[in-house]
């Protein structure tokens, strides 16, 4: 493996993950185009949106009090972003532009980014109110997580039908997305299916993007059918941490609510579901773990077991965010993460998993497995054949029912790019 991060985009990535980056003040990163730090959705993400070498999009630290001590410090010059370490440089960067829906309001008078928010090129909405973990009487909160500390700030705690409908037109049309990915939390009587089928009912058929949902295992899995049957194309279950104890002392709601047995039924049932729904529509199912709130050896475990039943592992890595209640674990060190994205590039190819078969989606909050190629020294050359083939095939049928709707609606604002299997950035593994 490339251990030098200006010949290892991944590395790079990786790297700022863990340590973060401090900002020159000659940076000028909103008046320059940039996107505002904003913590929204699913409160994982609080940093600066970048485009790294080799196309890899990546959200970096820069507000927690860890990034203050990072060897990277970005620096402008001449209306350019570079990237250092102490006094030397690194590489060119390059801002996440903002798009000019950012600066617009719905009709109901709202900021469009307080309905949804771009996380790399994806548009990412928690959708309802805030998880109830965070309103009880003695809060049960994932101890990581600052959506309770989000919502009604940087995110509308109530979004109409009609409003999200109007953000994802704007989106789709002046941000060319491809992808709509919905996140909930934690509310009494599951009702988290019946808020999100809505919206994915009127999604599919007005736009025809692509659409996935975060939410806890609901107990009548049955309903992942017939989401299935109306063309949901992804669901992630998000149990966090693999080692039943550090689950239980994390995440005490979800341990009460469901137990990690639930979790895992949802993900290898959900994982059964590929040749149940329309062919037209690609369906990959998501566990997520969180590297660095457990063991090494726990997350490939994870690994491990997500990858046999046939679902795609989601590794994010821990970042202890402002106000949490653990802002004051330190992050993971960049040595201890290696091994567990080269595991998951490894095993997702091993297994034939559908990995950056997704065309124009790329991710900031975390590394898609098909970025984790340069990370590895194996290589897999039947295994990327096959998904270059299976990536034409899903961009062939998402153009197709886009054009339908277009036929209504006007083109969109670009033609969709086609996926590059394992070229770091190219697209996502949904």
Known sequence: METDVRKNPALLKLDLYCKGVRLDDSCLVEEDGGRKILRTRAGLGSGLELLLPSGLWTNVPVTEPFAKDSPYILKRAGGAYRLHTDDHFLCDVELAPKPSWYERKTATGKPMTRIGTL????????????????????????????????????????????????????????????????????????????????FIRR??????????????????????????????????????IFDRERFKETCPGKNREYGLDRYLEAVEYCASLGRKGPLTEPWVTNGEIIAGLESPESSMAAIDWITSVGAIPTVCVF????????????????????????????????????????????????????????????????????????????????????????????????????????????????
């Open 203 to 240: 999604i599919k058929k007005e736009v025809g993007l692509l659409v996935g949902i975060q939410t806890p295992p609901h107990h009548d899995l049955s309903r992942y059918d017939e989401l299935r049957k109306m063309g949901l194309n992804r669901v992630s279950f998000c149990f966090e």
């Open 119 to 198: 996380q790399g090129t994806y548009l990412g909405i928690y959708q309802a109110k805030v998880c109830e973990y965070w309103v009880e009487k003695t809060k049960v909160n994932c101890k990581f997580c600052s959506v309770g500390l989000n919502l009604g700030i940087d995110d509308a705690d109530e979004k109409s039908l009609d409003e999200v409908m109007e953000v994802i037109w704007a989106a789709r049309r002046e941000s060319g997305i491809t992808y709509v990915d919905f996140n909930t939390g934690h509310y009494t009587g599951e009702t988290y299916l019946d808020i999100l089928e809505p």
């Open 319 to 430: 970042r202890p965010l402002i106000g949490t209640d653990y802002a004051d674990v330190p992050p993971p060190k960049t040595e201890d993460m290696v091994p567990i994205f080269r595991h998951l590039y490894e095993k997702c190819m091993e297994h034939g998993l559908p990995v950056g078969a997704a065309p124009d989606i790329h991710v900031s909050l975390v590394m898609l497995p098909e970025e984790c190629k340069s990370l590895s020294d194996k290589r897999y050359p039947v295994g990327e054949m096959k998904l270059k083939v299976l990536g034409k095939a899903v961009r062939w049928g998402l153009e197709k029912r886009l054009q339908n709707r277009e036929r209504l609606f006007g083109p969109p604002p670009r033609s969709i790019a086609a996926p590059v299997f394992a070229e770091p950035g190219a697209s996502a593994s949904a």
